[in-house]
């Protein structure tokens, strides 16, 4: 049974950091495209970042040059390094993977989800 299970999230000041975790179960997930979702309130999901079987890593605009994805193939863990938040970052993050291979994928083809971390940033 896969799972994905997230952590790291918290409150902050705006300009600071936080990092996102992902443990993944039941599969190797090297060999999937993997990825971080996020809903803020109200708002429609969003997808922030993924990274793909051959480490290829792409980004929404707003996040450029703040947050970097990145994945320990042995620990099976995904990762997201978000750096100068905004309080715009607010919102619940989801860990995701969609198929096996290579490019980047929307939310809706994500094929499994974690249950989310929180991550509020203050002004």
């Known amino acids: 049974q896969v799972q994905l299970v997230e952590s790291g999230g918290g409150s902050v000041q705006a300009g600071g950091s936080l990092r996102l975790s992902c443990r993944a179960s039941g599969y190797t997930s090297k060999w999937y495209r993997m990825g971080w979702i996020r809903q803020a309130p109200g708002k429609e999901r969003e997808g922030v970042a993924t990274?793909?079987?051959?480490?290829?890593?792409t980004y929404t605009d707003s996040v450029k040059g703040r947050f970097t994805i990145s994945k320990d193939s042995a620990e099976n863990t995904l990762y997201l390094q978000m750096n100068s938040l905004k309080p715009e970052d607010t919102a619940m993050y989801y860990c995701?993977?969609?198929?096996?291979?290579?490019?980047?994928?929307?939310?809706?083809?994500?094929?499994?989800w974690g249950q989310g971390t929180q991550v509020t940033v203050s002004s």
């Open positions: 995701a993977s969609a198929g096996y291979g290579l490019g980047t994928f929307v939310p809706d083809e994500a094929l499994y």
């Open positions: 990274i793909d079987s051959a480490g290829t890593t």
